[in-house]
C-alpha cells in the first residue's frame, strides 16, 4: 500500500507564490507517475499536473502551464508543484495521486491512489 500525505496549502493573494509538497510511504517502488488534481467548490475534480518516475517527462494542464512547475526530490517519494502567480480561479482543494501503470506517460486520469488534500485560497 501506498500512503500520500499533502502540505503547504494556505491563504495567499493573487500574484502570490506558493509550493505543495507531497510526501509518499509504504511501498512506493511501484509508483511510476505522481500527480496533483485541484477542486473547487462545485466543481469536478480536475487535473492540474503529473511528472514521471524519472522526472524526465511532465504534463500540465493549459490553465497553469508556465505558472506552476511540478518536479519530484531524488528519491523520488516526495513530489511538489511550485505555483506562481496565483489567481483566485486557482482556490481549490489540492490532492496529490500516484499513478502505477509503467505504459502511462504522465496520464492525467486512472490514478489509484489519492492523499487527503490540501486547500488553497487565492483572494483577489
Known amino acids: 500500500q501506498v500512503q500520500l500525505v499533502e502540505s503547504g496549502g494556505g491563504l495567499v493573494q493573487a500574484g502570490d507564490s506558493l509550493r505543495l509538497s507531497c510526501a509518499a510511504s509504504g511501498r512506493t517502488f511501484n509508483i511510476y507517475t505522481m500527480g496533483w488534481f485541484r477542486q473547487a467548490p462545485g466543481k469536478e475534480r480536475e487535473f492540474v499536473a503529473a511528472?514521471?518516475?524519472?522526472?524526465?517527462?511532465?504534463n500540465y494542464a493549459d490553465s497553469v502551464k508556465g505558472r506552476f512547475t511540478i518536479f519530484r526530490d531524488n528519491t523520488g517519494n516526495t513530489c511538489h508543484l511550485q505555483m506562481n502567480v496565483l489567481k483566485p480561479e486557482d482556490t481549490a482543494v489540492y490532492y496529490c495521486?500516484?499513478?502505477?501503470?509503467?505504459?502511462?506517460?504522465?496520464?492525467?486520469?486512472?490514478?489509484?491512489?489519492w492523499g487527503r488534500g490540501t486547500q488553497v485560497t487565492v483572494s483577489s
Open positions: 511528472i514521471s518516475r524519472n522526472s524526465g517527462n511532465t
Open positions: 495521486a500516484a499513478h502505477y501503470d509503467y505504459t502511462a506517460q504522465v496520464p492525467s486520469s486512472g490514478y489509484a491512489t
